[in-house]
């Protein structure tokens, strides 16, 4: 048989276990993600030969038993290794749907503001005397300075799908208008067609950085700036509790383990109190390695909110 052939047979044995796990785990009230059921499917030893069932081709028989096997492992309550499982696998999944989330509106919104800029940096125009060219290449900047700014509308709401009301769409159109004017006026734009095209986009980025300054001085002082969160917003926003939040919750993980390291330590003088079983010892150094795996997904979280 062929590797690949071999392979493509573990990954159908797999597929039906895991949906014969998933099923069984249902009728006992105990649902579970497909994840976590083929994790542990592929984890488990088989008792007769001290490896994984999966390691090699299954008998019916084996089959039921890994079946089975894994059931049990799911059903189990309070159990350290397994909720340290859940645990990494939901850290996982979450990280990587988010960061998949994150990633497909930066390329989104990279590159709408790409293609505006691309058509004004392509734009011809005859001369700096080309009224009608200078009127068009004028239009193509307003209109890049207005989707940067809506960009941030949806941004401050966390919704990048929702087109804001026509009030408020009018409201930003003056605002960005009228910033555009007292920076670059229409006159103003003879210089910018002689330059370069990474001069071009150079100065559209730093023209969207003036416009947008522009719009949260307004804010502050009570003038426009629809959209945007004011200075005192972005300082108070209830986000920036999470890191105190972390904080404390870094501090009481370390606190725990520090108490389960000081167990270990003075295990032998413990004894000569009361008698501690070899699963009592198992059990608490399951749990010590459960809050070690949370520590560092905090530490990690921590590391990312800073």
Do not use: W
Not at 63 to 90: N, R
Not at 221 to 230: D, M, N, Q, R
Not at 270 to 291: A, F, G, Q
């Amino acid at each position: 048989l062929s590797l690949l052939y071999l392979v493509s047979l573990k990954m159908v044995e797999l597929e039906d276990i895991v949906k014969l796990v998933i099923y069984k785990c249902r009728e006992s009230g105990n649902p579970i993600t497909e994840t976590l059921a083929a994790y542990v499917a592929q984890t488990t030893m088989n008792p007769t030969n001290a490896k994984f069932f999966l390691e090699s081709r299954l008998t019916e028989s084996e089959a039921q038993e890994l079946v089975d096997k894994t059931v049990e492992k799911l059903a189990l309550q309070d159990y350290p290794p397994l909720e340290t499982i859940k645990m990494q696998i939901g850290y996982d999944s979450a990280f990587v749907q988010q960061e998949f989330m994150r990633q497909h509106i930066l390329t989104t919104q990279s590159h709408e503001s790409n293609k505006h800029i691309d058509e004004i940096v392509s734009a011809e125009t005859k001369s700096g005397n080309d009224f009608e060219g200078i009127t068009i290449l004028y239009k193509m900047i307003f209109q890049f300075l207005l989707h940067k700014n809506l960009q941030l509308l949806n941004n401050s709401t966390g919704n990048t799908n929702t087109k804001p009301n026509t009030t408020t769409n009018s409201t930003i159109e003056r605002e960005v208008a009228a910033a555009l004017e007292s920076v670059l006026p229409r006159a103003g734009l003879r210089p910018f067609v002689s330059l370069t095209t990474p001069e071009k986009v150079a100065q559209l980025c730093e023209l969207s950085n003036i416009v947008i300054g522009i719009r949260l001085f307004n804010k502050e002082i009570g003038k426009g700036g629809v959209g945007l969160e004011s200075f005192s917003d972005i300082v108070n926003h209830p986000s920036r509790n999470l890191i105190k939040d972390i904080g404390r919750e870094v501090i009481e993980i370390v606190e725990v383990c520090d108490n389960y390291t000081t167990f270990f330590n003075v295990l032998d003088d413990m004894r000569e109190i009361r008698p501690v079983s070899d699963d009592e010892i198992l059990n608490y150094k399951d749990e010590l390695t459960h809050r070690r795996q949370y520590l560092s997904y905090v530490l990690s979280l921590q590391e990312d909110v800073q």
